[in-house]
């Protein structure tokens, strides 16, 4: 079964504009990854936050991570039309083995030029 | 590099036939990971290898569903007696070394597969 919710489940935004979508998760975690996917193609990684890491950067991207309320944040600054796609979430449970993933549902974002 | 590679890239096959994947990971990923992605959905996890043992099957959702590596580099899933529940895409993914924590995953593209 999946670790949690994505919210929104879906996202149409004009480029320029900033896109953000949210994640819960169920357990207590090592990690929380965000992934990107285009249709047809497998997942690329995007970024990673550590369990004791409260914020991170990365390009255009910026996330957040709330261990006491198990959930994160992906905020997508400026967004392209090459942004479209959808986002996941996936934790990295404590104990879980060879840091298999859980993911969540996903959140599809259109980026309208 | 070449990444993960996975074929073939679309399968049909008809109830009750058998069929097989494959993922080629990147050279030298000691881990090795398969999910299963119903359209709309999150990749749900499957099975898990370090290097030739599979250390974690308790995704698979029967025992129709089988997974080896016998050489600790490409792995094979199998399907048998193919269900129409089982279309999905099927997503291999690799990673360097087990054990630590900030490493992401490698995904390839993944197979389509359709039961009719």
């Known amino acids: 079964s999946q670790q949690g919710e994505e919210d929104p489940q879906a996202l149409s935004i004009q480029e320029g504009e900033n896109a953000t979508m949210n994640c819960s998760y169920k357990t207590s975690i090592n990690n929380l990854q965000w992934y990107r996917q285009n249709s047809g193609r497998g997942l690329v990684h995007l970024i990673l936050i550590r369990s004791n890491e409260r914020e991170k950067h990365s390009g255009r991207l910026r996330v957040t991570l709330d261990t006491s309320k198990k959930s994160s944040s992906l905020l997508i600054t400026a967004s392209r039309a090459a942004d479209t796609a959808s986002y996941f979430c996936a934790t990295d449970a404590i104990k879980a083995a060879g840091n298999k993933l859980t993911f969540g549902g996903g959140t599809r974002v259109l980026v309208k030029p | 590099g070449a990444g993960v590679s996975q074929s073939p890239r679309y399968k049909v096959a008809k109830r009750g036939q058998d069929v097989a994947l494959r993922c080629d990971p990147i050279?030298?990923?000691?881990?090795l990971f398969w999910y299963q992605q119903a359209l709309g959905q999150g990749p749900e996890f499957l099975t898990y290898f370090q290097n030739e043992a599979q250390l974690d099957k308790s995704g698979l959702p029967s025992d129709r569903f089988f997974a080896e590596r016998p050489e600790g580099s490409v792995s094979t899933l199998k399907i048998q007696r193919t269900q129409q529940e089982d279309s999905a895409v099927y997503l291999c993914?690799?990673?360097?070394?087990?054990?630590?924590?900030?490493?992401?995953?490698?995904f390839g593209d993944g197979t389509r597969l359709s039961i009719l």
């Open positions: 993914a690799s990673s360097p070394r087990p054990g630590t924590d900030d490493q992401p995953q490698h």
């Open positions: 050279s030298g990923h000691v881990s």
